[in-house]
């Protein structure tokens, strides 16, 4: 009877095992979970493609949260719940690293080399879909290069091997953005503190990405559970000058267990955010902290600053005109009054000066007499309090800095 | 014999009390208070200033002219605006210096003062031409019409008559002064006004301060050629009248007193004022000045007079005949003015701007 039963569950797995591979089909080979690619069903297709002439089936997954979990186990979940194919790559952008791993058949013919390889090739490219096709074109480069595509029957022993790439510093995870127009690493947004939902994310994500070209100025907003014994200022400044922003940028750092707070200002946002653009900017978001309504927040950080900015750039036609009628008041008074005034030379002489007798002069009497005296006094313009940073200092790195802490 | 003696403010003339709580006199006008002290100095020394104003001068100027003379000269007055001339029998006046009009009518010197002194005529008629000439050239705001247009209707030289008045000044001249100081502490700026009484007496002395004594000459056009360097003034002979005019005086020497009394009583002013110095102002309060020893000498000075006409407008200019000094009021093109307006409006604008930017960029606005 036990062993029926046993037998019985052996039909049922392998009856799963010819069905699973329907569902997968059905879904893709492209799991876009922040909506970063364009278009995600023609690139199924092409993996459908090469799954039909290799037999290998090349996944790809994006997303800003692992739900607590590390690369690997995220990853070997997303494969049962998703169906994937025994025979298959995975390609896995993670919200702070890339992650690579081979199952089946392809575990035995691709070398960790190659797999790194398809991996850069994916990270190198300009956009998500290029990068994409550059792993498919470098996996099946790998695939075919002149081996026998002897598939392995025994895919219960798949053994998973897993490349990460994750970077040891703690400071240094986000990869470089790069200066070109479609940046496709959505790092300004780092929330290590996990302050903010999935959804809440990806739409701060794209805000600061948006905001960051509009500007030519990056937006960056990282959060932290722990600073590590780092000064909140430090550790702002080498947060922004160590992980490749651009020159111009302004980083929002948020550190609520050590209940530290601290904006820093690179480049050309030390001159636009004065203490008057602090004092608006503290002001605007402080609010939204004092409730903990870190996405208010955030999302206020981000309309302030862009309202900053684009005054701050705006051509100043106030002033113009302002110097304008200075300038009209200036030539009224000092060229166009001499100008006139030397017309007219005919001017009665109010004093004799020039008959005086030379050493006529004698003075009888020289007294002076002091009468009173009024003392008047001005309150002196109170100095107003900053919340500390202010002014701009050196980071580690050599960059100046600007900041404000609230 | 009981007497009150009350007290003015020297501030705003107020009476004055003694204020039994500050144990200082205090002016229920204005709040000022004073010391009781310095009160009773303030009062001995206007005290002290008792004469009254006056001026006595002794205007016997001039002398009658001799037979010979007389018997020389020429006198022409014009029919429209009364203007008399005086000149030797050989020269001719063709038209009225003064308002250009051509009839004039010749007539007999008589009874008239024979002038004292007379400075001749350093510059010809060409030296007043070239200075007419950059006069107008050197103002950018003249019509250009009236630089190239401008023709002179007449140029004549003229010996203007004055009035040379000499006097000793005694002055007794009491200024208002004010000394400010300021300093600030932690929390406030202070600004402290003290103000003082001046009190400075003496005298000064002047030599040949003249005045015009021809009612056809305006006054202002005439002190403005001033000054005449009298140190060339030689005693008055008919010989050089030859080839100028001479305009005769129709105001006394009485009547133009007031003018000299006018500037000497500022000069007088002006140079006891710089006796007071380290105060930041000095306004005369009052003045007492005495003229003394006046004398009146009466003199002919040389005065190229220029007319030309734009636009229906006469326009007269007078250069002095001794230092070339040209004066005369030019006029306005207004277009002129305001492109030139407009120009340095825009170079100030933009250099204020410029000014503003680096401030801002400097972040000191």
């Keep these: ?406 | 014999m009981a007497t009150i003696l009350e007290y003015k403010c020297p501030c705003c003339d107020g009476k004055i009390e003694f204020d039994s709580s500050l144990q200082q006199m205090k002016c229920p006008f204005c709040d000022t208070t004073f010391d009781v002290s310095t009160l009773q100095d303030y009062d001995e020394i206007l005290s002290q200033q008792a004469p009254q104003e006056e001026m006595q001068w002794d205007t016997d100027a001039g002398s009658e002219w001799g037979q010979d003379e007389a018997a020389h000269m020429g006198v022409f007055a014009c029919t429209s605006c009364g203007g008399e001339l005086v000149t030797n029998a050989t020269t001719a006046a063709t038209s009225c210096p003064f308002c250009g009009n051509p009839v004039v009518l010749a007539g007999r010197l008589s009874g008239d003062l024979k002038p004292d002194f007379i400075i001749p005529f350093k510059l010809d008629k060409e030296a007043a031409k070239a200075a007419l000439k950059a006069h107008i050239s050197s103002k950018k705001l003249v019509p250009k019409l009236f630089r190239s247009d401008n023709h002179l209707d007449e140029i004549k030289g003229v010996y203007v008559p004055f009035w040379l008045f000499d006097a000793d000044a005694d002055a007794n001249i009491e200024y208002r002064a004010t000394r400010v100081r300021a300093w600030s502490d932690s929390q406030y700026n202070y600004t402290e006004t003290s103000y003082f009484a001046l009190l400075r007496s003496g005298c000064l002395s002047f030599d040949r301060v003249p005045v015009d004594g021809s009612s056809k000459m305006a006054d202002d056009m005439m002190e403005s050629l001033e000054p005449f360097d009298f140190s060339q003034a030689v005693p008055f002979q008919t010989a050089y009248l030859s080839g100028f005019l001479a305009d005769r005086y129709d105001v006394t020497a009485e009547d133009s007193v007031a003018r000299a009394n006018e500037r000497v009583k500022r000069s007088t002013e002006e140079a006891f004022a710089q006796t007071a110095t380290g105060y930041a102002t000095v306004t005369p309060k009052n003045s007492n000045i005495m003229l003394s020893n006046g004398k009146a000498k009466y003199a002919l000075y040389p005065v190229w007079l220029l007319q030309t006409s734009w636009q229906g407008n006469n326009y007269l200019f007078a250069m002095n005949g001794q230092t070339g000094k040209m004066v005369g009021d030019l006029p306005m093109d207004k277009g002129a003015y305001w492109r030139w307006f407009a120009l340095w409006s825009a170079i100030l604008g933009a250099a204020a701007f410029g000014v503003l930017m680096l401030l801002r960029l400097l972040d000191i606005i």
């Design chain 1, 1 to 406: 009877m036990k062993k029926r039963l046993i037998s019985l569950l052996f039909v049922l797995a392998l009856c799963a095992l010819i069905v699973l591979p329907a569902f997968a089909s059905s879904e893709g080979f492209v799991f876009d979970l922040c909506d970063a690619v364009a278009d995600p069903d023609a690139l199924s297709e092409e993996a459908q493609a090469i799954y039909d002439e290799t037999g290998v089936a090349l996944y790809f997954i994006i997303t800003e949260d692992l739900g607590g979990q590390d690369s690997d186990d995220f990853v070997t979940q997303f494969a049962q719940e998703h169906g994937f194919y025994e025979d298959r790559v995975i390609l896995m952008e993670g919200p702070t690293s890339y992650f690579i791993c081979a199952d089946g058949a392809p575990e035995e013919l691709l070398t960790q080399e190659e797999l790194i390889a398809m991996r850069e090739a994916y990270v190198d490219g300009e956009t998500y879909t290029s990068g994409i096709r550059d792993y498919y074109s470098s996996a099946l480069a790998a695939l075919q290069t002149g081996r026998p595509l002897t598939l392995p029957t025994d895919a219960s022993e798949a053994v998973t091997e897993a490349v990460e790439d994750e970077t040891e510093a703690t400071e240094a995870q986000a990869i470089v953005p790069g200066g070109e127009e479609t940046s496709k690493h959505s790092n300004r947004l780092v929330d290590d503190g996990e302050l903010l939902t999935a959804v809440q994310e990806t739409a701060l994500a794209e805000k600061l990405d948006e905001l960051s070209e509009k500007h030519d100025l990056d937006f960056v907003i990282v959060t932290e559970k722990t600073l590590n014994g780092k000064d909140k200022v430090d550790f702002a400044d080498d947060y922004y000058d160590y992980n490749g922003y651009r020159a111009d940028g302004v980083l929002l750092l948020c550190c609520p267990n050590e209940n530290a707070r601290h904006i820093s200002t690179t480049g050309d946002a030390i001159d636009i955010f004065d203490e008057d653009a602090f004092d608006e900017l503290v002001d605007e978001i402080l609010p939204y902290f004092n409730r903990d309504d870190y996405n208010g927040g955030f999302l206020s950080f981000a309309d302030t600053c862009d309202g900053i900015i684009t005054s701050a750039r705006a051509f100043p036609w106030g002033l113009l005109v302002f110097a304008l009628l200075i300038g009209a008041g200036l030539s009224w008074l000092i060229p166009m009054s001499s100008m006139k005034s030397a017309l007219k030379s005919v001017r009665s002489q109010a004093a004799a000066s020039d008959y005086v007798r030379a050493g006529s002069m004698n003075l009888t009497q020289n007294r002076d007499v002091f009468l009173y005296a009024n003392v008047t006094r001005t309150a002196i313009p109170k100095e107003r309090s900053s919340g500390g940073g202010g002014g701009s200092h050196v980071g580690s790195s050599g960059t100046s800095h600007g900041g404000r802490s609230f």
